[in-house]
């Protein structure tokens, strides 16, 4: 009895037992990248089930791009054994695409189907689709005045707070004179200056690119100095007895020693230069990303708002990607550095 | 004991310099309160002798190396390399510390060729870097950064970047002390070994007395700070040196007694 229990138990439990783990395989695999296609669907059905409650030209469109991520997302699952590191990828980036597609579906019902949101100020996704495609033009006007002012001022502020920074943290009279000014203005906000700054200065535009340089620069230069600071005089010792002149010291051992720091400080200065950047663009330069939003905000164009701050942070997020790029590659004798 | 300059020295005439040490005295300044670290020392290193320095801890042996570096000036005394008066660091005499002090944003290769690149001369003598990795052993590692190694390596990467200069004094601050036992005794022999191919004159600070017998033609030792010379003892043993020879073990009984340590040691 118990031989033929057992050996029955054996022969009708094995293959079960081997199909049941194949299915939650493919499901654990493959489900979330199915499950994202289903939410695009979904987000394409939404913008056509519905008539759309205002005058919206790309709700069709959008529709139809919703159901070509979806079915990218579906073939991009089924196949992504033969697709290689794309179908990595898709499969690592499943769980986003499923709540951004849900997000999406959403919002589209709670705008532009019901109006569950008052309306002027929450555009649906198709809106704000309509400015890139319609309003492109003016968008990369902007997008390139942007990038042109916060590129000025930001390589100058990070050079001239980093020769700065040197100087002070090697220098004791160039610290027993800056140091002072530097206590004194550096914690002023950039923007404090912007009253003063433009009527001082020729232009607008070189008032907004001293403010940026300004506001780059503090952080830069603080931090820089402190890098400078801290080198262990060990490695000084040991540079000096193989021989080192003084400008071997600052070149090949304080500034490199020192570089971890002078990345925090531009990481630093970075971050403050785009709060200045938008507001001398709202202020007083009639160009740019910041100009823009005031501009959209005087019309009660909110579509066009939405659609500026998403490129603004794109671009924003992009600079630091860059940066920290930048820092990765000088960097990569440190260990465990975090990343972007 | 008869002083006789040791027979290495002599295969290599002009590889390692005389060195002076002439009635120094240094203190430093704590808090307005003179310390006294090295009063009236006063050794005179033939050419490429070793020479072992021993005492006890804070006593001011690594003060007496800063000096003889050149970065530091001593309060009163002279130190002469070659009957020329030593005022500034030089890299014809190159330090080892305790810590290797490698560049950590530098590649093993990049640190060794420091000196080098400092006196300007890479350009043209960078088979001298390869060659000096050759000689610890490390030329598979030339591009590994300094995290990437273990600390005996870190401290054979130190004695290549010292060594590519060609030092005609080599100064050790206790360059082995933090190694385990093993990595210690093979770094020993390596030191002996180079020593007697390049001839260089030989200054080793050590805590370990043992270590001091087998490597070093000549022993002084320290009194408590500020230092003095209490005893320059020669040991003439041919090498490689057995740390079981008998004449060695009644020295390292004196050397003890010297520091204070009981004779049943
Ligand atoms: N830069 C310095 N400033 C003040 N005191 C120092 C300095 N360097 C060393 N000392 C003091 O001098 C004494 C001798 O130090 P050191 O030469 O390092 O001893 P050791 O024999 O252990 O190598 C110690 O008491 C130490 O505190
Ligand atoms: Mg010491």
């Avoid at chain 1, 001293?210 to 080198?231: M, R």
């Avoid at chain 2, 009957?83 to 890299?91: G, L, N, T, V, Y």
């Avoid at chain 2, 030989?202 to 805590?207: F, G, K, S």
Wanted: net charge neutral; with cysteine; charged share 15%.
């Amino acid at each position: 009895m118990s031989t033929y229990s057992l050996s029955d138990g054996l022969a009708s439990g094995a293959p079960r037992a081997s199909r049941a783990p194949l299915l939650a395989t493919w499901l654990r695999e493959s489900g979330v990248g199915v499950l994202a296609s289903f939410a695009w669907i979904a987000f394409g059905l939404s913008c056509l089930w519905w008539q759309d409650v205002g005058d919206w030209s790309r709700t069709h469109s959008l529709g139809i791009a919703a159901f070509v991520i979806a079915a990218i997302a579906l073939f991009g699952t089924v196949g992504a054994d033969y697709l290689g590191s794309a179908g990595q990828a898709l499969h690592k980036r499943a769980p986003w695409l499923v709540a951004l597609g849900a997000f999406l579906t959403v919002w589209e019902v709670a705008t532009a189907k019901f109006a569950w949101l008052p309306l002027p100020f929450f555009p649906p996704p198709q809106a704000i689709i309509e400015v890139y495609t319609d309003d492109l033009p003016k968008l990369l006007d902007s997008v390139f005045a942007s990038i042109k002012l916060q590129l000025g001022g930001y390589l100058i502020g990070a050079t001239i707070g980093f020769l700065t920074g040197v100087s002070i943290g090697w220098s004791r009279a160039v610290g027993y004179w800056v140091h002072p000014v530097l206590r004194f203005i550096g914690p002023l906000p950039a923007t404090a200056w912007l009253p003063i700054a433009f009527f001082t200065f020729p232009s607008s535009w070189s008032a907004s690119t001293f403010l940026i340089a300004l506001a780059t620069g503090f952080p830069v230069t603080v931090l820089t100095w402190s890098g400078v600071a801290s080198v262990s005089n060990a490695y000084y010792d040991v540079a000096r007895t193989l021989g080192a002149k003084p400008s071997f010291l600052v070149l090949k051992v304080a500034i490199p020693a020192a570089l971890p720091h002078v990345f925090v400080g531009l990481f630093m200065g970075l971050g403050s230069s785009f709060a200045v950047l938008v507001v001398a663009e709202m202020i007083g330069v009639k160009a740019g990303l910041g100009w823009y939003l005031q501009w959209a905000q005087g019309w009660a164009a909110y579509a066009n708002m939405y659609a500026a701050l998403i490129v603004m942070s794109l671009l924003c997020s992009g600079a630091i990607t860059l940066l920290f790029a930048i820092r990765d590659r000088l960097l990569v004798w440190q260990k465990g550095t975090v990343k972007w | 004991m008869v002083a006789t300059a040791p027979a290495e020295a002599v295969t290599h005439p002009a590889a390692g310099a005389e060195l002076d040490i002439e009635q120094v005295s240094h203190a430093f300044d704590i808090d307005g309160i003179e310390l006294p670290v090295l009063s009236d020392v006063s050794i005179s290193v033939e050419p490429g002798e070793f020479v072992a320095l021993l005492g006890p801890s804070g006593c001011g042996k690594s003060t007496l190396l800063r000096l003889v570096a050149g970065l530091d000036k001593p309060k009163a005394g002279r130190l002469r390399e070659d009957e020329a008066r030593i005022r500034s660091p030089h890299p014809s005499r190159v330090v080892v510390f305790q810590d290797p002090t490698l560049f950590p944003w530098r590649s093993v290769w990049d640190n060794v060729a420091l000196g080098l690149e400092a006196q300007g001369i890479l350009r043209s003598q960078r088979h001298r870097v390869d060659d000096a990795l050759d000689l610890v052993g490390l030329s598979s590692f030339r591009n590994a950064y300094p995290h990437q190694l273990s600390g005996g390596m870190a401290q054979r990467v130190a004695l290549a970047r010292a060594l590519v200069n060609d030092p005609k004094i080599l100064i050790l601050d206790e360059p082995l002390g933090k190694l385990d036992s093993l990595t210690r005794i093979t770094m020993q022999a390596e030191l002996v070994s180079l020593w007697q191919r390049k001839g260089f004159t030989t200054l080793l600070v050590t805590h370990d007395a043992e270590e001091a017998l087998v490597l070093a033609n000549r022993v002084i030792v320290f009194s408590d700070r500020p230092a003095r010379v209490k005893a320059d003892i020669r040991v003439d043993r041919p090498y490689p040196r057995h740390r079981g020879d008998p004449y060695l073990a009644d020295l390292r009984r004196q050397i003890l007694g010297l520091l204070g340590l009981d004779a049943t040691w």
